[in-house]
């Protein structure tokens, strides 16, 4: 696994260990999502919900976002994202959250334009998740959801609205936008 472009091209980035803790998202669908926003992201606040190693907050901070918030319930993964911030010089862009992701949802004030939800697949937390997030993204906000091809996702929440899905072999990314 490694950042695939900006400030920190080429850096390899540590991985947890054994899908029941950490499923790693593919290169081949990074570099998808991240053509998708790429745009978006110069001068953006992140949220990365459910960050495991951190990977795609820390593409995000690589292209030129200016902050990013990692939440993962996992002590190992809260380490692990650390790690990796560290290793490619963006901790200083950086607030790694140790929380249940939708407790984080419920209880912060911040607001952020893009948020990236990678949760466990097939377990219906995607759209918990959906449904929390209305709250805590900015007008004119992105919501990259990546599932399982086969888990439906509803066409709006609140406010925001799905805009376009994307499918690469098992996977699926949804677009949703406020």
């Known amino acids: 696994m490694r950042v695939i472009?900006?400030?920190?091209?080429?850096?390899?980035l540590v991985t947890l260990e054994g899908e029941e803790i950490v499923r790693p998202t593919t290169d081949r669908v990074k570099e998808a999502m991240?053509?998708?926003?790429?745009?978006?992201?110069?001068?953006?606040?992140?949220?990365d919900l459910f960050a495991g190693s951190g990977q795609l907050g820390i593409e995000a901070l690589s292209r030129g976002a200016e902050k990013a918030v990692f939440v993962d319930k996992s002590a190992e993964a809260f380490s692990v994202v650390?790690?990796?911030l560290k290793a490619c010089g963006l901790s200083d862009k950086a607030t790694v959250i140790n929380s249940?992701?939708?407790g984080f949802l419920r209880s912060t004030a911040e607001k952020?334009?893009?948020?990236?939800?990678?949760p466990p697949y097939n377990r219906q937390m995607a759209e918990t998740a959906l449904s929390l997030v209305d709250s805590v993204l900015n007008d004119g906000g992105i919501v990259m959801c990546e599932t399982d091809y086969r888990e439906e996702l509803p066409e709006e929440v609140g406010d925001i609205k799905?805009?376009?899905?994307?499918k690469y072999s098992k996977t699926k990314l949804t677009t949703y936008k406020k």
């Open 162 to 166: 799905k805009f376009k899905e994307y």
């Open 5 to 12: 472009t900006g400030t920190a091209r080429g850096r390899k």
């Open 34 to 47: 991240f053509s998708i926003i790429q745009f978006d992201i110069p001068g953006k606040s992140v949220l």
């Open 112 to 118: 952020f334009d893009i948020i990236l939800l990678d």
């Open 100 to 102: 249940d992701s939708f």
């Open 82 to 84: 650390k790690q990796n």
